[in-house]
T-cell receptor, first 114, second 113 residues
Framework: AQSVTQLDSQVPVFEEAPVELRCNYS??????LFWYVQYPNQGLQLLLK??????LVKGINGFEAEFNKSQTSFHLRKPSVHISDTAEYFC????????????FGKGTKLTVNP | DGGITQSPKYLFRKEGQNVTLSCEQN?????MYWYRQDPGQGLRLIYY???????QKGDIAEGYSVSREKKESFPLTVTSAQKNPTAFYLC????????????FGPGTRLTVT
C-alpha cells in the first residue's frame, strides 16, 4: 500500500519569494505522482503530474516539481509566488499496477503575504 | 462545458436523518469516487466505482452507501449510522488507464446538527 507524507502543514511566505512544498511517498511498486491545488470551499484542480520520463515536471501557474526516486520525493516549487497562490496543496500517489485509487497527503496550506 | 457537478453546495440536516449528495459528470468517465475532507486530514476515500452497477468500499465506508445505476451519476447517501457526518464531500471521476488522473467537482459542505 502507498502512503504520502507532506512534511509541512502550513507554509507562510512573502509575495515574490520562492517556495518549496515537500512531499515524500512510500510504495513497494512504481508510482504516478500528482500535485493538486484547492482554493477555499472549492474542489481540487490538477497542478501537474509525473508519469514517466523527465524527472522535472512543469505544471500550470508557474509551478514545477521534481521526482526523486532514490529519496522517494516529489517536491513542488515555484520561483516567485503571488498572493493568488494562497491555497491548500495536496500531493497524491497511485500505483502503476492498475489501481485507479489515489492516496492523498494531508495537505500543505500555503499563505502568501504582501 | 464538460465537468462534474455536485449539488447542493451547502446542506443542513438534523441528526438521525439520512441525506443524499448528488454527483453528475458529463466527461464520459468510467470511474467515479467519493471523498471526505476534514481540516488537517486530507482526502479520505469513501467509495469508488469503476463501472456501472459495481462499486467498492474505500477506507472509511462505514455509515455511507452509494449506487451507480448510470455512468453519469454516483450519488452518496450519508446514513444516520455515520457518527460524525459533518464534513466537506468531494466527488471525482477519471477515465480508463493507464493513467488515472482524477477530476473533481466543487464539493458539498454537509452540516448535521
Amino acid at each position: 500500500a502507498q502512503s504520502v507524507t507532506q512534511l509541512d502543514s502550513q507554509v507562510p511566505v512573502f509575495e515574490e519569494a520562492p517556495v518549496e512544498l515537500r512531499c515524500n511517498y512510500s510504495s513497494s511498486v512504481s508510482v504516478y505522482l500528482f500535485w493538486y491545488v484547492q482554493y477555499p470551499n472549492q474542489g481540487l484542480q490538477l497542478l501537474l503530474k509525473y508519469l514517466s520520463g523527465s524527472t522535472l515536471v512543469k505544471g500550470i501557474n508557474g509551478f514545477e516539481a521534481e521526482f526523486n526516486k532514490s529519496q522517494t520525493s516529489f517536491h513542488l516549487r515555484k520561483p516567485s509566488v503571488h498572493i493568488s497562490d494562497t491555497a491548500e496543496y495536496f500531493c497524491a500517489v497511485s500505483d502503476q499496477g492498475g489501481s485507479e485509487k489515489l492516496v492523498f497527503g494531508k495537505g500543505t496550506k500555503l499563505t502568501v503575504n504582501p | 462545458d464538460g465537468g462534474i457537478t455536485q449539488s447542493p453546495k451547502y446542506l443542513f440536516r438534523k441528526e438521525g436523518q439520512n441525506v443524499t449528495l448528488s454527483c453528475e459528470q458529463n466527461l464520459n468517465h468510467d470511474a467515479m469516487y467519493w471523498y471526505r475532507q476534514d481540516p488537517g486530514q486530507g482526502l479520505r476515500l469513501i467509495y469508488y466505482s469503476q463501472i456501472v452497477n459495481d462499486f467498492q468500499k474505500g477506507d472509511i465506508a462505514e455509515g455511507y452507501s452509494v449506487s451507480r445505476e448510470k455512468k453519469e451519476s454516483f450519488p452518496l447517501t450519508v446514513t444516520s449510522a455515520q457518527k460524525n457526518p459533518t464534513a466537506f464531500y468531494l466527488c471525482a471521476s477519471s477515465g480508463t488507464g493507464p493513467v488515472y488522473e482524477q477530476y473533481f467537482g466543487p464539493g458539498t459542505r454537509l452540516t448535521v446538527t
